[in-house]
């Protein structure tokens, strides 16, 4: 099930009450605070997004050429 095929399930609603109250947190953090701490969260994102990609995906003859280069994250 895909977050556009669910109109009427409870984790829709979930994530609908996650964002409001995102918002409204934001609103009270001072501006200095603000754009680090939604860095922060984008470069968590992205990391948990590769970390759980790389453990799910099946191992390809191709794939080994990949893992030789390395990738460096860096966080501020």
Do not use: W
Request: with cysteine; proline share 5%; glycine share 4%.
């Amino acid at each position: 099930m895909t977050a556009r095929a669910c109109d009427e399930c409870p984790v829709k609603e979930l994530q609908k009450i996650q964002q409001l109250l995102e918002k409204r947190a934001l609103a009270r953090i001072p501006e200095e605070v603000r754009e680090p701490l939604l860095e922060a969260k984008k470069q968590m994102r992205l990391a948990v997004r590769g970390f759980v990609g790389y453990a799910l995906r099946e191992e390809n003859p191709g794939d080994k050429k990949c893992l030789a280069k390395s990738r460096h994250i860096k966080l501020e």
